[in-house]
């Protein structure tokens, strides 16, 4: 399996290299077959490996493992770059530079997520994007080589470097492909993210350099690190500044309200490709981040500082990102800002520190990622046709593009959580999760239930039924109108995948729930049986002890 991983993560990387030597070529449209065959590759490569990894799992069954963080499928390689090797004791004192990577439940269906969205925005982008074509699909396919290698590294150098990586085509794909304002967002979310992610290297260093003081030979690895620092977890002051610093690239990343600013610009100026693929899987990047270091190597920081924290955030994100969306015109910019919201949920849910919670935010990455893809992709898609996406210029569109408004209708209703459609487990997971932990932040959260409801309902109801208001779109000649035409077969090929995820984890999230759940469970562990209180009261007595203020 791990060759199957190394050939994922190479596949469209390659193809984008390929893409870039022919990118002074005159034949630019041959660009999109190859961005399609290396995304399709990707695609079944992805597959095969969920496959193979399920069967692994039911062969294995539980993991005997300690650590918070397992991979069922790893390779290691370990070189000592500076220093003597010739005793255990000097080579522990070495400079060495370790390569991790691995698959666990969370990483698998994430990949998955990636490659299929990937496919869906070279679909899309097949008539939007006519010039440079060689160079926009070689940022599209090596943007899905970084991602895919952020959800594959257990190494915490290695995480960064692809968690960073990630900016470079994405802010390419902004910058050159997008809007009117595309380089002021593009500078915009560069600048915004990457500040975020030097304070968060602050954490990361933190994490390892004291687990190296401590005794670990191998302080990068991440279920080695997760292990120790279950056995040896550090004084409660250090965890709570190192959460701080993790916390502040992590909630940039999702984004998490007051940290939001640059997403709906981003959103609005990128193209559909880009929208799809920020809103799809690099928001989520963050989410992960807390996943794979805060919640198993902080847990007490998380549980004193993190729980109450994250909920207050994630349900003003959630209220306020809703009201936001109520009051748009412009489509686009109601979906970016119901992204703030959903993601809401997901922070919520991994912030509960239970199996129910953390699972439900595992799903609500997977099932935004799914539902919010497809309504951008359906945006971009009557853009192309209309050249707006004001709502004062649409109304009654049903009449003129049936199919695409019964989609459009379907994948909101997925949005907004309705039983039977994949938002409904994610959601209602994070929200039992949470009632668990502390039932007035339940509450206070399933408010945007109802909101999500109305704006998505509101924006319906004008831009698709009612009486048909279309602006004069004119052909090349002489101003005659074009005629408008219904959703293609290639655009039904990019969205009709992701409209069925989202029906087959509505009606059967099982599967999903069961590829997961010995990874949530292992961090869930961590949080049996205790309460804020408690682990407050240790730290006072911890600060208290004779050995502390000798210190």
């Known amino acids: ?199 968060t290297l602050l954490g990361l260093i933190t994490l390892i350099t004291y687990a190296a003081k401590g005794g670990l030979t191998s302080p990068c690895s991440l279920p080695e690190l997760a292990g120790w620092y279950k056995a040896h977890p550090m004084p409660f002051e250090l965890q709570v500044a190192t959460f701080l610093a993790l916390s502040v690239g992590f909630l940039i990343k999702v984004p998490v309200f007051p940290f939001h600013t640059w997403l709906p610009l981003a959103h609005v100026e990128a193209p559909t490709a880009g929208s799809v693929l920020l809103a799809g899987v690099l928001l989520k990047l963050g989410t992960y981040g807390f996943l794979r270091f805060c919640l198993p190597m902080l847990p007490d920081a998380c549980l004193t500082i993190g729980m109450p924290a994250a909920a207050i955030l994630s349900i003003v994100g959630i209220v306020y990102g809703s009201l936001c969306a109520l009051i748009q015109r412009d489509v686009k910019k109601l979906v970016a800002y119901s992204s703030v919201a959903h993601l809401g949920f997901c922070i919520l849910g991994l912030f509960a520190l239970n199996v129910e919670g953390i699972t439900g935010g595992v799903l609500q990455m997977i099932n935004h990622g799914l ?31 049936p199919l695409m408004a019964a989609i459009m209708v379907f994948v909101s209703m997925a949005s907004v959580g309705l039983p039977g459609l994949n938002g409904f487990p994610g959601e209602m997971l994070s929200l039992a999760g949470m009632f668990k932990r502390n039932p007035y932040y339940a509450a206070a959260a399933a408010t945007g239930l109802v909101l999500g409801a109305w704006y998505l309902l509101s924006m319906l109801q004008w831009v698709f039924f009612g009486q048909l208001k279309e602006p004069a779109v004119h052909d090349h000649d002489h101003g005659h109108h074009a005629p408008i035409r219904d959703i293609s077969l290639r655009e039904l090929a990019a969205v009709i995948p992701l409209a069925a995820a989202c029906l087959w984890i509505g009606v059967k999230p099982q599967p999903l729930i069961d590829v997961i759940r010995p990874d949530v469970e292992a961090v869930a562990k961590l949080y049996e049986g205790r309460t804020p209180i408690e682990v407050k009261a240790l730290a006072v007595a911890e600060a208290q002890s004779p050995e502390r203020q000798e210190q």
Not at 93 to 115: N, P, Q, R, Y
Not at 135 to 143: D, G, M, N, Q, T
Not at 152 to 162: E, I, Q, R, T
Not at 375 to 400: K, P
């Open 1 to 199: 399996m791990i060759q199957l991983l190394f050939i994922l993560l190479l596949v469209p990387l390659g193809a984008g290299g390929l893409l870039l030597l022919f990118s002074g070529v005159s034949q630019q449209r041959s660009a999109r077959w190859i961005a399609l065959g290396g995304s399709l590759v990707a695609l079944a490569l992805s597959l095969q490996l969920a496959a193979d990894y399920r069967a692994l799992q039911a062969e294995q069954g539980a993991s005997a493992s300690d650590s918070p963080i397992n991979p069922r499928v790893e390779y290691r390689r370990v070189w000592e770059i500076i220093g003597d090797t010739s005793t255990p004791e000097a080579a522990a004192d070495a400079i060495k530079l370790e390569f991790h990577f691995g698959l666990d439940g969370v990483s698998v269906v994430m990949i998955v997520l990636t490659t299929l969205l990937t496919v869906a925005c070279v679909l899309c982008s097949w008539e939007a994007i006519n010039e440079r074509e060689s160079e926009f699909y070689a940022a599209l396919l090596i943007l899905q080589s970084g991602v895919i290698g952020v959800f594959c590294a257990f190494d915490a150098v290695l995480f960064y470097v692809f968690f960073e990586f990630t900016l470079i085509p994405l802010f390419f794909m902004i910058a050159i492909w997008g809007g009117p304002q595309r380089r002021y967002a593009a500078v915009k979310f560069f600048l915004y993210t990457l500040a975020g992610s030097l304070v």
């Open 371 to 401: 539902s919010t893809g497809a309504l951008f992709l359906i945006v971009g898609m009557f853009y192309e046709r209309y050249h707006t996406r004001m709502m004062d210029d649409l109304g009654g569109l049903a009449n003129r593009l």
